[in-house]
């Protein structure tokens, strides 16, 4: 006997005014045996969906309105809604999420990916949000175990409240890991982000924890500091290993308590924020050098999280490049450049010491300046650990090294500049230098 088809008989209504994506999907949804009704102005759609009953929905993003979005608001959890959408932005993909959209699609995606969309939307006995909308509609990600290991752990820690360290080389992502934490965790508040090398000790406590009016020379007002602002969201603490000593037993605080003291003030106040902190450095190590409390870094270490380097998931490179190129050509309006075989597999040679942030940076510089993709690029062979340390063969540290003198070198000494091309802080870049001098000396 048959199969009967999931939409057989059934009513679906299609909201778009994309020509193709209503060709598409009509010729989907009636080869499988269902009955469509295709509606191209938004004025109809909601008088529509006011007023009928339809067993699936399927809604482009490019015609939703007010009326429309109040609808998604109200009933988007009672029945399968399919959303068509290139937005990557982590703030709209949590807003179709508390919608209850069940799936999130691309508009250009093909007759079989809809009805395999359907199909599995339709077998669910009560559509669920997805979450793999943040997953499956960002360039970042690739299929290599390690990043999808660490997606998975985001995805089971996200709901909670323990404080997350995200550990990482410089550009792996950790700010974007932090906004996917921030994102799936349904918090209503916002992320709040903080970089603790940027600002001197005094000026990082007051923005840190806020100050009271008087509290010091200019503080003619009084003035809520991040922690506060980030209540009933995360507060985002990058660069945790830079935070000074004097700090740290106020961070600690915030951490244990729950409560955090105004520069100047003798109340305590309550602090809702969920902690995510970051960090390039080797934390433990800094423990045992006495630069960094321990009691602070187990109170951040509750739940670790390595990123995992570009190296480490150089299979990932080729479609990361196909990605950003498309990424970038749409957001400057230029055309899709065609990649060869020989380009990918320079670029996916390359060590990028700066990872994935170098990478997208190097691809907008070549579309931008219109110069080969391949140009300009450090290409090494790859070795297998047993060989990576021989003759001829530079470790990580003297790459980075050679690195962060090819930029300071371009920058002609400028300290800040070339800490900008590295896409790190000045005060890091400061610091990795005054170890190498400490190491000669």
């Known amino acids: 006997m048959p199969t009967q088809s999931p939409l057989e008989g059934k009513r679906t209504l299609l909201l778009t005014d994309t020509e193709r994506l209503g060709r598409v999907t009509e010729q989907t949804i009636s080869g499988m045996g269902g009955l469509i009704e295709i509606v191209t102005r938004s004025s109809t759609a909601s008088s529509r969906l006011l007023n009928n009953r339809y067993d699936i929905i399927l809604l482009a993003e490019s015609i939703i309105d007010n009326l429309l979005n ?177 700090l740290q037993p106020k961070l600690l605080q915030l951490l244990e308590d729950k409560m955090i003291r105004p520069v100047g003030s003798d109340i305590e106040q309550p602090i809702t924020a969920r902690i995510v902190a970051a960090t390039n450095c080797n934390l433990k190590k800094q423990v045992k050098e006495g630069k960094f409390r321990a009691d602070l870094y187990y109170r951040l270490n509750v739940i670790p999280l390595k990123i995992p380097s570009l190296r480490s998931r150089a299979d990932d490179i080729p479609g990361l490049v196909r990605n950003f190129i498309e990424e970038l050509c749409e957001e400057h309006t230029l055309s899709l450049p065609t990649i060869s075989k020989e380009t990918i597999t320079v670029l996916k040679n390359s060590p990028w010491l700066g990872n994935v942030r170098e990478l997208r940076n190097h691809l907008e510089r070549a579309l931008l300046l219109s110069f080969p993709f391949e140009q300009g690029i450090e290409a090494t062979e790859r070795k297998s650990p047993e060989t990576a340390t021989g003759s001829g063969w530079l470790r990580l540290e003297e790459h980075e090294k050679a690195h962060i003198l090819r930029a300071l070198d371009k920058s002609a000494g400028n300290k800040s500049q070339a800490a900008l091309l590295l896409g790190i802080s000045r005060r890091t870049l400061e610091r990795k230098l005054k170890r190498w001098e400490s190491e000669v000396a």
């Not at 959209?101 to 339709?122: K, M, N, R």
């Not at 998975?152 to 409240?161: M, P």
Request: charged share 20%.
């Open 70 to 246: 109040s609808w998604l608001q109200k009933n988007g959890r009672q029945q399968p809604v399919l959303l068509f959408s290139d937005s990557h932005e982590p703030e709209k993909l949590l807003e179709w999420i508390h919608c209850g959209i069940a799936d999130l699609l691309s508009p250009s995606l093909s007759s079989e990916q809809l009805h395999q969309a359907i199909v599995e939307v339709t077998s669910q006995e009560k559509p669920q949000p997805s979450r793999k909308i943040i997953r499956d509609n960002h360039p970042f990600y690739g299929d290599n175990p390690h990043i999808q290991a660490l997606l998975d752990q985001i995805d089971k820690i996200s709901l909670r409240s323990s404080p997350v360290l995200l550990e990482g080389e410089t550009g792996t992502g950790k700010s974007f890991f932090a906004r996917r934490i921030h994102t799936l965790s349904g918090r209503k508040g916002r992320l709040v982000s903080i970089n603790c090398a940027t600002l001197s000790p005094n000026l990082l406590e007051s923005e840190l924890f806020g100050h009271i009016r008087g509290a010091f020379t200019g503080a003619e007002t009084a003035r809520p500091g991040l922690a506060a602002s980030a209540e009933n969201g995360t507060l985002f603490l990058d660069e945790i290993g830079e935070l000074p000593a004097e």
